[in-house]
């Protein structure tokens, strides 16, 4: 993870090729000029970098879905809630479902856990599209393996 960079994800477990769902580790660091100002004294995690967490999610869920041909971009954010902050130290799950995959956009449901315990949710539609360059298709792919624990049925 690069925070500064806007590398949240840590780990990401997906069971197999057949399933809906994707979810991935994320631990806010201790630090991080980012969060200085948000707020003096009392960090929090803003919302719209939770919204991101949680569209980083589900474009790997998409990029795996569709065996790294394609990448997907958030077009969308529905139905958005924050029910809890987080904090710098702070170590959350985002788990993503899949719910319908047609003519270019992956819809999810996605929510941000810690502790067990709901801090964040959002309905995201992402658009499905070709990778720009070999460059971009290379960098996607290769943080995706880098962080990836993929279940495989053995066989």
């Given at each position: ?6 590398k ?18 994320i ?5 991080s000029?980012?969060?200085?100002e ?6 929090i ?15 790997n869920?998409v ?15 529905s ?16 788990e ?7 003519r ?35 960098a996607?792919?290769?943080n995706?393996?880098?962080i ?8």
């Amino acid at each position: 993870m690069n925070f500064e960079r806007f590398k949240f994800l840590q780990r990401i477990d997906v069971s197999d090729k057949q399933t809906q769902q994707l979810k991935s580790l994320i631990e806010i660091p201790n630090h991080s000029a980012i969060l200085d100002e948000h707020f003096p004294g009392h960090p929090i995690v803003p919302g719209v970098l939770l919204i991101e967490m949680m569209a980083q999610s589900a474009g790997n869920l998409v990029l795996y879905k569709s065996d790294f041909s394609h990448m997907a971009i958030l077009a969308a954010v529905s139905h958005s809630k924050f029910v809890n902050y987080v904090v710098p130290g702070d170590r959350l799950t985002c788990e993503v479902e899949l719910l319908s995959f047609s003519r270019g956009f992956a819809l999810c449901e996605a929510q941000i856990l810690k502790d067990n315990n709901l801090v964040a949710c959002a309905e995201l539609r992402m658009k499905v599209v070709d990778f720009f360059n070999e460059q971009v298709k290379n960098a996607v792919v290769s943080n995706f393996k880098a962080i990836a624990n993929t279940h495989q049925p053995a066989l």
